[in-house]
């Protein structure tokens, strides 16, 4: 088993940025790829950012590519998610999930997720 929590979100104005953590407890955090998935209200889940085991390869849905950049300490056991120029429409709830089998924007492929935390860009 892994236990993931999120932290770090919150409400920011357009244009703000936010760091999201997500940290791991259980097996083995280095183990694992790592993506962050959103949900916004009325929408489908969606990918937003996956990255290996090693953090050598990263991976972006469109919408967030160059605003937003995934990173992980296998030492803290934890991955984040640096969120900048956001925007009204980034507004979700945001989870962090860990796979063995990374399929970056698969999420079934996932077997552990987090509880998730609030994302609002409003002014």
């Known amino acids: 088993q892994v236990q993931l929590v999120e932290s770090g979100g919150g409400l920011v104005q357009p244009g703000g940025s936010l760091r999201l953590s997500c940290a791991a407890s259980?097996?083995?955090?280095?183990?694992?790829?790592m993506g962050w998935f959103r949900r916004a209200p009325g929408k489908e889940r969606e990918f937003v950012a996956a990255?290996?085991?090693?953090?050598?390869?990263?991976y972006y849905a469109d919408s967030v590519k160059g605003r937003f950049t995934i990173s992980r300490d296998n030492a803290k056991n934890t991955v984040y998610l640096q969120m900048n120029s956001l925007k009204p429409e980034d507004t979700a709830v945001y989870y962090c999930?860990?796979?063995?089998?990374?399929?970056?924007?698969?999420?079934?492929?996932?077997?552990?997720w987090g509880q998730g935390t609030q994302v609002t860009v409003s002014s």
């Open positions: 990255i290996t085991w090693s953090g050598g390869s990263t």
């Open positions: 999930a860990a796979t063995t089998n990374l399929v970056p924007s698969s999420a079934y492929r996932y077997e552990y």
């Open positions: 259980g097996r083995t955090f280095s183990n694992y790829g």
